[in-house]
């Protein structure tokens, strides 16, 4: 039986917000402020539908929003690129180059979701683009403020996938989603080692990355 | 007889500790390279990955530590031995990051265990951020960040290519 509530409880449960929290946090004196959310403090994993079915549509909702997140990023660096605030040539070209591997993730989420009779995703996650993602860009005037955003998107996406990995139903999954999540923390970590070069307690603050749900509220994209 | 590969999801968690291990046993030959500012870089890496291994030891309830993977040690002997000063070091450190990267995305193709998945699933992006920061110590280019493009190898062998990972079926934990 689908138990739309659970899902989303699901994909709420140990989340903080954290995206949005940090975001605010940033300042323009001081990007390397904004990071992407610690460790995890979870200790248990989230309760997963116990209904098989249940599970497939949770596994689901959660690709469909991790595609959503990669238009958006995607659709971000774009918009960031033509504002005319990286002034930096290599900023530019690195901020293009997670562009386009953001839309080769998107593709190869819509081959997924089409594998499970889903409607291939082109919008961009209306929450967090409202919430997090607008406000940061209309609000910014410097690069720093460009690399602001990024470490927030990166850190967020990077975060949201190694969470999905615990939600999807079958190995070939969970290997799909992790080879993303390792692509997303490169780019989160060469964004950082461009603001605080080797700089470990701020690169990497613990051995483990964190795995619990970094997403607002309602950020989950239900089939 | 040889050793058996991994049947079961306990016995491929024992050979990615094997393989973590290894690594930190290898970092710890390559300290000496290292000068002040690459050497705590490096030792931290080699904390990091026994903190792996003992992870999927916890989850897998393990009580005995498993050793670092004697054939794999033996196979890397040979780079080891080839690195000669710092930037020879650091790179082979650089391949090895995205060896042990391969190596775990390659593991959670089998993996069906929610704990073991978990653990795993938290170790990966570590390695990944490992080797960008090794890679910005030797000024490599960003595109050069991201040895398999959009996504992270889930290929293993032998691991003479360095854009594969080790390969359970070479390196049988003994």
């Known amino acids: 039986v689908s138990n739309p509530i659970g899902r989303r409880r699901f994909l709420q449960l140990g989340g903080t917000a954290a995206a949005s929290a940090v975001l605010l946090a940033c300042t323009k004196d001081d990007p390397s402020r904004e990071v992407a959310p610690g460790p995890s403090t979870t200790t248990t994993l989230p309760a997963l539908p116990a209904d098989p079915v249940d599970r497939v549509k949770t596994d689901l909702a959660v690709t469909l929003t991790l595609a959503s997140l990669e238009v958006l990023a995607a659709d971000t660096y774009s918009k960031l690129a033509a504002s005319g605030l990286v002034t930096d040539v290599t900023l530019a070209t690195t901020l293009a180059l997670f562009a386009r591997h953001h839309r080769d993730h998107l593709t190869a989420l819509n081959l997924a979701i089409a594998d499970a009779d889903g409607a291939p995703v082109d919008q961009p996650n209306s929450t967090f683009d409202q919430t997090v993602v607008q406000p940061a860009v209309a609000a910014a005037t410097t690069q720093g403020d460009v690399i602001a955003i990024a470490l927030t998107l990166e850190g967020t996406l990077a975060q949201t996938y190694v969470y999905g990995v615990n939600a999807a139903t079958t190995p070939a999954r969970r290997s799909q989603l992790l080879s993303v999540a390792g692509v997303e923390t490169r780019h989160r970590a060469v964004v950082a080692n461009q603001l605080r070069p080797n700089d470990l307690g701020y690169l990497l603050p613990s051995a483990f990355a964190p795995d619990d749900n970094p997403l607002p509220p309602d950020a989950l994209v239900v089939p | ?174």
């Open chain 2, 1 to 174: 007889m040889a050793p058996a590969p991994p049947s079961t999801d306990t016995d491929l968690a024992a050979f990615v500790q094997s393989v973590e291990r290894a690594i930190a046993a290898a970092y710890d030959r390559l300290m000496p390279l290292f000068a002040e500012h690459a050497q705590p870089i490096v030792a931290e890496f080699g904390f990091h990955h026994v903190a792996h291994a003992e992870s999927l030891a916890h989850v897998t309830g393990a009580t005995v530590p498993v050793a670092p993977n004697a054939a794999l040690l033996t196979a890397l002997a040979p780079r080891i031995d080839a690195a000669v000063d710092e930037p020879s070091a650091l790179r082979l450190v650089f391949a090895l990051e995205n060896q042990l990267a391969a190596t775990h995305t390659f593991s959670m193709t089998m993996l069906d265990d929610a704990q073991i998945v978990r653990a795993v699933a938290t170790i990966l992006p570590i390695e990944s951020s490992h080797a960008v920061i090794t890679g910005g110590l030797l000024g490599v280019g960003v595109a050069d960040l991201f040895p398999n493009g959009s996504f992270e190898s889930l290929l293993v062998s032998d691991g003479a290519n360095p854009r594969t990972g080790f390969s359970p079926f070479s390196y049988p934990v003994s």
